[in-house]
T-cell receptor, first 109, second 113 residues
């Protein structure tokens, strides 16, 4: 069975502080990992996926297969980063997504 | 930029009634999905659909649920006899194109009274 765990329901930081949103997964094969973001009153949007190895809006995430983690990081948080962040896993390319419970990031001025 | 659309945005129904939730996927996408999120809980996969048939479904997707692509554009989720516990946000997603990732609609909030 595949599972995604986001241990923090809420993360509150000040503007300019570093941010790390944690994500751990369990899957027996080689998963594809994603981060989705949901801004207030908007739809779920793909933020980044591990195979792209790119930085979006200053966020990066590295897949650590040894620790089965895919933590999302940003060195300097901005107020507009305040949103719900969901880590998700796909067992096979393009198949169903298994989501974590989400972490609400609040960036205070 | 093309987007997945869903109607209605909010549906209120009585327990035992049938509801149909509608989705218009992005036009060149071939894979379609329904997810739901009960208030305060995780987003959960319900079903995926490809080539006019179900390709995967979860345990939640029992005989009360069905999906259909009645024409070239709409993708519908039907719940035959709603229960109180069906109250949730229902998200449609489609996948395809160069990025080959799932794009989500804004959701339909279903309230069963």
């Amino acid at each position: 069975a595949q599972r995604v765990t986001q241990p923090e329901k809420l993360l509150s930081v000040f503007k300019g502080a570093p941010v790390e949103l944690k994500c751990n997964y369990s899957y027996s094969g080689s998963p594809e990992l994603f981060w989705y973001v949901q801004y207030s009153r908007q739809r779920l949007q793909l933020l980044l996926r591990h195979i792209s190895r790119e930085s979006i809006k200053g966020f990066t995430a590295d897949l650590n297969k040894g620790e089965t983690s895919f933590h999302l990081k940003k060195p300097f948080a901005q107020e507009e980063d305040s949103a719900m962040y969901y880590c998700a896993l796909s067992g096979l390319a393009g198949n169903m997504l298994t989501f974590g419970g989400g972490t609400r990031l609040m960036v205070k001025p | 930029e093309p987007e997945v659309t869903q109607t209605p945005s909010h549906q209120v129904t009585q327990m035992g009634q049938e509801v149909i939730l509608r989705c218009v996927p992005i036009s060149n996408h071939l894979y379609f999905y329904w997810y739901r999120q009960i208030l305060g809980q995780k987003v959960e996969f319900l079903v995926s659909f490809y080539n006019n048939e179900i390709s995967e479904k979860s345990e939640i997707f029992d005989d009360q649920f069905s999906v259909e692509r009645p024409d070239g554009s709409n993708f519908t989720l039907k719940i035959r006899s709603t229960k109180l516990e069906d109250s949730a946000m229902y998200f449609c997603a489609s996948r395809g194109g160069v990025a080959d990732t799932q794009y989500f609609g804004p959701g339909t909030r279903l309230t069963v009274l």
